[in-house]
């Protein structure tokens, strides 16, 4: 059916008349199908590819009025402060008396802390979802510290975390060296 | 009782319709995709596993040295935009026809309002060898959150989008940030990224303290 004929030299041998062969009009298309289903390959991919993912960010609005203020426990509180060079600083709490320094990695850095901490929170308050995490950015960190801080909370499933404004005690704690670079246990 | 000749068929198949059928797919894919726009300023995007997948955005875009750049995808916005920030601006009044095509014309865009005039009389190709400066948004002089909250005007609906580089400054990000969030009072917007090539090994990550109690 769809064959492409070739011209054989059947006829040569009579000589004279040189009678052109009737050739089949139809030519072979699976070929050409492969090429173009290729190229639809090649062009969905390319498409869905070329959007580019995001991650969402809430800023919380400014409370002016003092109703808004919600008191939180101290101790469900994780303070993150990003660094220059991809340092993290971290503390519990309010106060920036016990600072530690650690880095971004998958083990034995502030995934760790953030593990830990919920950890803690499960066996205190009954459920890991009542921490809170804090995310400053001193004015050395790059965004990528930011992002991945932010990144950091999806992987770990925090559910309550903001950005803020880096504190001038939290300056000066960073400043003194905190306190050591131990991850718990 | 006669024996039932099978009539012996030729296997291969006519490919014309088939041919037919992945063409017009082909044809369509081409048509309907869009050429990514050229960009202004190489941007470096940081790594997340964030799958959010966005469209119909204005994009702000920070390069390496912090400079801001403002995008809109749509053509028809850019024209009501520019409507709208002459109202807010009225030096913009002066601006030609010609000089209006080549601001509609713009995929992405960095500079003062009081550089527009001089840099959109430029030719494509001086323009293309322009620095350019990147959108004032210092607190005193915020024209940055005017573009956002002219566009909010435009479309309402339209969603925010920040598009920075690994390695800009966190200052001006925060200053993108408070633009959002105190000139334009955006409260929730979207951070582009790319998908982290380790994402496999963060996903299997969950140990302990995915246990609830």
């Not at chain 1, 800023?59 to 939180?72: F, G, Q, S, Y």
């Not at chain 1, 802390?113 to 400053?136: E, P, S």
């Not at chain 2, 009501?80 to 080549?102: C, E, F, G, V, W």
Request: aromatic share 8%.
């Amino acid at each position: 059916m769809a064959e492409l004929n070739t011209a054989e030299g059947g006829n040569k041998k009579h000589g004279g008349k040189v009678r052109s062969k009737k050739m089949s009009t139809k030519v072979d298309l699976t070929p050409m199908v492969d090429l173009a289903f290729l190229l639809i390959t090649f062009f969905m991919l390319t498409t869905t590819l070329n959007k580019p993912n995001a991650m969402e960010l809430n800023m919380p609005k400014k409370a002016d009025v003092p109703e808004d203020k919600i008191p939180i426990n101290e101790e469900l509180l994780l303070n993150i402060i990003l660094d220059k060079d991809n340092t993290v600083w971290w503390y519990e709490g309010q106060t920036a008396n016990n600072l530690k320094k650690t880095i971004f990695a998958n083990e034995k850095g502030i995934r760790d802390i953030i593990y830990w901490k919920q950890r803690k929170l499960a066996k205190d308050y009954g459920n890991k979802d009542t921490m809170i995490v804090l995310i400053k950015a001193t004015d050395d960190a790059n965004y990528e510290n930011m992002v991945d801080a932010l990144d950091e909370m999806d992987i770990t499933g925090i559910k309550r975390y903001a950005m803020q404004d880096v504190q001038a005690p939290e300056l000066e704690a960073i400043k003194n060296g905190g306190t050591g670079t131990t991850v718990p246990e | 009782m006669p024996k039932v000749k099978i009539p012996r068929k030729s296997t291969s198949i006519d490919m014309t319709a088939m041919c037919d059928v992945s063409f017009l797919l082909l044809t369509f894919f081409m048509l309907t995709s869009k050429f990514r726009p050229a960009e202004a300023v190489p941007i470096d995007i940081p790594n997340s596993r964030s799958q959010i997948k966005l469209e119909g955005v204005m994009t702000i875009s920070v390069a390496k040295d912090g400079a801001a750049f403002f995008s809109i995808t749509k053509r028809e916005d850019r024209i009501a935009l520019l409507d709208r920030m002459t109202i807010k601006y009225p030096q913009l009044k002066n601006l030609t026809n010609n000089q209006k095509t080549a601001f509609v014309g713009l995929d992405m865009f960095g500079f003062s309002i009081a550089d527009m005039p001089q840099i959109l009389a430029l030719n494509p190709d001086q323009y293309k060898a322009y620095k350019q400066k990147g959108i004032p948004m210092d607190s005193s002089n915020c024209e940055l959150g005017d573009w956002i909250l002219q566009t909010r005007y435009v479309d309402q609906k339209m969603k925010v989008a920040i598009k920075g580089d690994k390695t800009s400054s966190i200052k001006a990000i925060k200053q993108v940030i408070y633009a959002l969030t105190e000139k334009a009072d955006i409260h929730k917007f979207n951070l582009i990224t790319t998908l982290s090539g380790n994402s496999a090994t963060t996903t299997t990550e969950p140990t302990e303290s995915t246990e609830t109690k």
